[in-house]
């Protein structure tokens, strides 16, 4: 009997291949930088790196006059030895607005032009280092500056209004949106109540199987970035949420083959994807918080935001949500304190009264 993979597996699978094709597309001797970087880099990020790298060949091939006729299996690495630190900084500016290879208009904030050049650099860094190449132009070029954005979390009293709105939407709809909302509204009531009780990643919520909760000891088993698995505990009112709806509307279906232990279910019977989730987040949120842009991970951020005002302890914040770094739990939550900062408000007197 074969072996079932778990979602993890599968998806690990076809990200694989994924890159294996994109691979195709670039220069032969760039498979050897993506194989010196998979121990230290998720399947993702090589992906995204080898978007990032190249969309730098189709930047030389469209800009730079010497590489005009040139296709991108022809570079080698001499080729990237001969731009200078202003080709690099050339290629910066027009990463801010540029056309795709399927002529859609691309743009890049600071957080996109930032990931970008990091990919350059370490692209580069990896032939320098080898003494594949004698010069590191990325080295001389400033990196983008990244400004810290204010975090986008719901409040105590929006949480409970989210809550309470997927609970009764079905008092506002008629026809075909209450049959579906009908359909969906003890899935997606788990789903929000789990998220904002557990502060889980989305991409962990729809990994999870039927027999990863645990509601005698009240704990979800997640499969977190990298592979490791964890036990993250839940309250009540996430209990009996992930209840209602495994003995409700989950018993009752009848999955897809392959979809048979999901836990959370597609209106077409297969396991939830992302994207679905994140759909569901911003189809709630924007009737209670239109001017939020709420996404699940902003619902991680509300979690992790409570945790950390109620109990003050920075690395338990840090534990529970699976950061490997403790500094990048500080940065988004220790050093953000809004009730302090709402006293400045009062503290300074224009005039005496």
């Known amino acids: 009997m074969s072996h079932e993979k778990t979602y993890h597996e599968q998806t690990n699978i076809d990200y694989t291949l994924r890159l294996r094709e994109i691979l195709k597309t670039l220069p032969e001797f760039a498979r050897d930088y993506f194989r010196s970087i998979e121990p230290t880099s998720s399947i993702r990020t090589r992906i995204n790196y080898a978007y990032d790298i190249r969309v730098f060949y189709h930047y030389l091939m469209e800009n730079n006059p010497i590489y005009r006729n040139y296709s991108i299996k022809q570079f080698t690495p001499e080729d990237l030895e001969q731009l200078e630190p202003v080709d690099i900084e050339e290629y910066m500016e027009y990463l801010k607005v540029y056309k795709r290879e399927d002529d859609e208009w691309m743009t890049n904030g600071e957080k996109g032009l930032a990931r970008k050049m990091s990919a350059l650099r370490s692209y580069y860094g990896y032939y320098y280092k080898h003494q594949i190449i004698t010069k590191n132009p990325t080295l001389l070029v400033e990196m983008p500056k990244q400004h810290d954005k204010a975090i986008i979390r719901l409040d105590t009293d929006e949480v409970a209004m989210l809550l309470d709105y997927v609970e009764s939407a079905g008092n506002t709809l008629t026809g075909q949106a209450l049959t579906y909302y009908n359909k969906t509204k003890q899935r997606d009531t788990a789903i929000l109540t789990l998220l904002l009780g557990t502060g889980i990643r989305v991409s962990?919520?729809?990994?999870?199987?039927?027999?990863?909760?645990?509601?005698k000891n009240n704990g979800i088993t997640v499969t977190r970035k990298g592979g490791n698995q964890m036990?993250?505990?839940?309250?009540?009112?996430?209990?009996?949420?992930?209840?209602?709806?495994?003995?409700?509307?989950?018993?009752?279906?009848?999955?897809?083959?392959?979809?048979?232990?999901?836990?959370?279910?597609?209106?077409?019977r297969r396991r939830m994807g992302v994207q679905a989730v994140e759909n569901m987040v911003k189809k709630y949120a924007r009737q209670v918080t239109p001017n939020k842009k709420i996404t699940p991970h902003k619902l991680r951020s509300t979690y992790g935001t409570s945790l950390y005002r109620e109990t003050g302890d920075i690395y338990l914040v840090a534990d529970v949500l699976g950061h490997k770094d403790?500094?990048?739990?500080?940065?988004?939550?220790?050093?953000?304190?809004?009730?302090?900062?709402?006293?400045?408000?009062s503290a300074v007197k224009l005039r005496e009264s």
Do not use: W
């Not at 949420?241 to 083959?257: F, I, V």
């Open 204 to 215: 962990e919520c729809v990994g999870l199987n039927l027999n990863d909760v645990d509601f």
């Open 326 to 345: 403790v500094n990048t739990t500080k940065k988004h939550y220790a050093a953000i304190d809004e009730d302090r900062r709402r006293l400045a408000a």
């Open 231 to 268: 036990v993250v505990y839940f309250g009540d009112e996430v209990a009996e949420a992930l209840m209602n709806y495994m003995e409700g509307d989950r018993k009752g279906a009848a999955p897809l083959s392959g979809h048979e232990n999901a836990l959370f279910l597609s209106t077409q």
